[in-house]
Structure formats: C-alpha cells, structure tokens
C-alpha cells in the first residue's frame, strides 16, 4: 500500500537551535500534506496544511515563523522548528492523501518524529 | 467539520468481540466516516471507511444506521496487540479537506 515516509524517526537538539523534519510520499504524489503535533496521552492537532509549489495554511494559534513549512515537490515536505524550546518537544506526524491515483480519499500517516529540546 | 463524540476509554478481554460506537450527530450529506488506530508513538493507521449500512474489511466492520448520525466500529475477536487508540471521523470526500481528530477511544485488552 501507500506510504508516508518521515525523516528523521527521533531527533535531539539543543535550545535555540532550528530542527528540520522531512515527509515523503514514497509511491504516490500529494499537492496537500498535513503536520499534526501529538502530546502525551493527547489526540493529533493539527498545525498547518502544506501545498505544493505556495504557501502553507497555518492553523489559529500555531506560529508560522517558528515552524516554517516547505512543499518544493508532490512527494516532499519539509517542517522546520526554528530555534527549538522545551516546550516544542513533541510527537510530529505528517499526513497526505494520494490525491492523483485511485486510492480515494483515505489518508497516510508518517510513523512521526519525536523531538526532544534540551 | 462534523463534531464526533466517542468514549474515552474501553477494556475487553482477549477473543471478545469489541464495539466502539462514535456520535456524529451533525454530519453532512457529502461526508464519510473513517476509522484510524494508533499504537504509541506511531502515526495513525487506516481501519475502515463507510457511507451507510455496514462495511466489512479483513480488519473490522463498520455499522452505519440510516440517519448517520452514529457509527459503531466493531473489532472481532480482539488480541492484546489491538490495544491502541481509535479514532472516529467525518469529512467531505475532497481530497484536500483537512483530517481534523477528535479525543479518541482508549481500548485496552486485557489476557
């Protein structure tokens, strides 16, 4: 079947320091991905939808200059928590739709990144 | 976006068969209703997706009552790898229309 592909599966930085999360659509092609940041025993929020070749959609509250979201292509992007905090450690996952083939409309899921700053 | 509404936890036995039923009561003409799991630090996993009546896959099945404003997804024989967190939702079929999650149902299976 499908997959999202996440890059890197865990990752720790220093406070202040920018933090860059890759997702791929590995066998199909996705205009839209979505960036979900999960807490402890939290459900999935979403943060931003990410479209291919123009700017992300940012959800209310999330601060797009901290988490800059790139779309260069239909298969890859990219979430970059810029100088990264304790409070931004979290669960990040991706999510996209294969929007161009004949999976309809369910949706895959990275396996997520789990950022811990320290 | 249809709001959903299902219990925050559930605990079954081994070899039971496991019901969870989520409130949708405003959904819309246009909207489906999909099933994620989630085990812990993993990414949300597709189970099933129905319209109306019932939906069978090799994983679960899904009833749907004729005025959709309730679905009841329902895990045969459970195994204590179904331990998980499943999650209910309702949207449009655009494919660029945002997956918002709700609480989700904590299910854990005991031996």
């Known amino acids: 079947g499908a997959v999202v592909s996440q890059h890197p599966s865990r990752v720790i930085c220093k406070s202040g320091t920018s933090v860059k999360i890759e997702c791929r659509s590995l066998d199909f092609q996705a205009t839209t991905m979505f960036w979900y940041r999960q807490f402890p025993k939290q459900s999935l929020m979403l943060m931003a939808t990410?479209?291919?070749?123009?700017?992300?959609?940012?959800e209310q509250g999330v601060e797009k200059d901290k988490f800059l979201i790139n779309h260069a292509s239909l298969t890859l992007s990219t979430l970059t928590v810029t100088s990264a905090h304790p409070e931004d450690s979290s669960f990040y996952i991706c999510?996209?739709?294969?929007?161009?083939?004949?999976?309809?409309?369910?949706?895959?899921f990275g396996q997520g990144t789990r950022l811990t700053v320290v | 976006l249809a709001k959903t509404t299902q219990p925050i936890s559930m605990d079954s036995y081994e070899g039971q068969e496991v019901n969870i039923t989520c409130s949708h009561n405003?959904?819309?003409?246009?909207?489906?209703i999909t099933w994620y799991q989630q085990f812990p630090s993993q990414g949300p996993r597709f189970i099933i997706q129905?319209?109306?009546t019932k939906v069978t896959n090799e994983v679960a099945s899904l009833f749907i009552p004729a005025d959709r404003k309730s679905s009841t997804l329902s895990l045969p024989r459970v195994s204590l790898s179904d331990t998980a967190v499943y999650y209910c939702l309702v949207g449009d079929k655009n494919r660029d229309d945002k997956i918002i999650f709700g609480k989700g149902t904590r299910l854990h299976i005991l031996p």
């Open positions: 129905g319209y109306k």
């Open positions: 999510s996209a739709r294969d929007q161009l083939g004949s999976l309809d409309t369910e949706a895959f």
């Open positions: 405003n959904i819309a003409t246009n909207d489906y």
């Open positions: 990410s479209n291919e070749g123009s700017k992300a959609t940012y």
